[in-house]
């Protein structure tokens, strides 16, 4: 270290300047993109606010030692400290605008008229509103304008209150059907007497968003058409699952399309089926009715008419007289006999009521491409080729298999075996694609990366290797004899000669120039002693000087 720093002492201060200035500015670079590479990220930390408020808040942030930033958007600190700063500055109460609600009816003064409690009132109600609508994380900011009618005793000339909600979206959000209609609900549900249709939400570019017709005939469909998005997609993800081990996950691409049926179905039935063998019917329930009686009048018989009451005809002898007995019988008695018999049996019979599912699949149909698998071609070079016919009837099983291929239910799976449009052939794939691809995922880092390597770079081949340079000329001429020349007088003796007095002259002007030469050796040796840097800058000039130019012969080592 101390040879270095005699080496750096015997430059010339132009050169000390220079080496000095590059090396201030180096650190400072190199400090500079440390601290840029360590640089915390910033996040908004309040927006749209005034500038009286944002002054006070400036102010309470310096008081917090924490930093921050200024711009067209608010005020940004740093990420690790946004929370702080918030609950900070919240507890300083600050910042003070915004909507303010149910609170405002505490600071209520004495003797304040119908009129202001009336207004304090709506404004409180219109505050908690938009605090509420605010919550929702689409929602940057919300206004509520409420119209409340004055109450009148008279029906007909009653009025129904009215609203209106603007809302401010935060960039790239998006607010769907069914989030307008819960702003509308909420809005409806918390003033009395405020009817669905009456509230009217506008986006910050005054486009209309609550549409109440749509609203209230679309929420069953929004629904069904989500419910069918959600089962094509389930299929398409079951489908990418089990071919992305066999081909790749950027190799296949897969689309579901699902005919639902939403139609609501109930089925009430009652069947009777025919009656069972008689020999093995139930009987429900029997009837028998006997009856039987004697009279020995037998009165008139016949059927009541014209041909009844005609007096009888001639009597004719009959061939064989009747027994006396039986004639006196028959005259005497006669029987009546009725039997009756009800038999009824048991009918079978079923009630079946049936309510048919809601959204079930009447169709499913499949679309599936596979790209060309890698391998060589007929020629032997690397590149893509099809699937044999046997993977691709593999392949398509496998289709069936994850989708629930019915085939009375019409589904159909249809696989294409084709090339994609951005796959290249294996032998052009440069490596290039890879680092670019990755500088682009992580260019910052790169970008930091190449700043201090450019930095680095610039240390070792402008400063530090002409200072070794520098250095190592001054290490070799330490080792060569120095030569110092004092005119044609000495002859070319050298310094012990001449000291020694070990030359072949003598005389006055030898002694005098010996005398003077010894002076002057004294001199420069009390000055190497007391300014060393100073010689060595002398001696560098005259070795500069002697690599130009070694033909003086009046030189002295």
Known sequence: MGGFQQRFAALSSTRKLIIMAVLAALIAALIGAALWSREPAYRILFTNIPDKEAGAVVQSLQQMNIPYKLDAGGISVPADKIYDARLRLAAEGLPKSGNVGFELIDNQKFGVSQFAEQVNYQRAIEGELARSIETISSVEKARVHLAIPKQSVFLRDQQKPTASVILT?????????AQVAGIVHLVSSSVPDLMVKNVTVVDQDGSLLSNNNRINQANLDQKQLQY???????????VQ????????????RAEVTAQLDFSEVEQTSETYKPNSPPNAAAIRSQQTLDQQGRSSDPGAMGVPGALSNQPPGAAAAPITAPIASEVAGGIE???NVRREATTNYEIDKTIQHVKQPVGSIKRLSAAVVINFKPGKDKDGKAGYVPFTPQEMTQINNLVREAIGYNQTRGDSVNVVNAAFADSQPLEERPLVDKASDYLKTNWPDVLKLFLLAVAVLYLLFFIVRPLMKDIARSGDAEG???QLDLGDGLGGLTVEEAVAGESGKSGEEDQAKMAAFADLLQQAKELAKNDPRMVATILR???SEEDGKNDNPNKVA
Do not use: C, F
């Open 228 to 238: 069918v998005a959600q089962i094509e997609r389930g299929y398409v993800e079951r």
């Open 480 to 482: 060569k004899p120095l």
């Open 169 to 177: 979206l935060h960039t790239g959000r998006l607010l769907d059907d």
């Open 541 to 543: 000039e005259w070795m």
């Open 333 to 335: 008695s006669s029987s």
């Open 241 to 252: 699952a089990i071919l992305a081990p066999l081909v790749g996950k950027d190799n296949v």
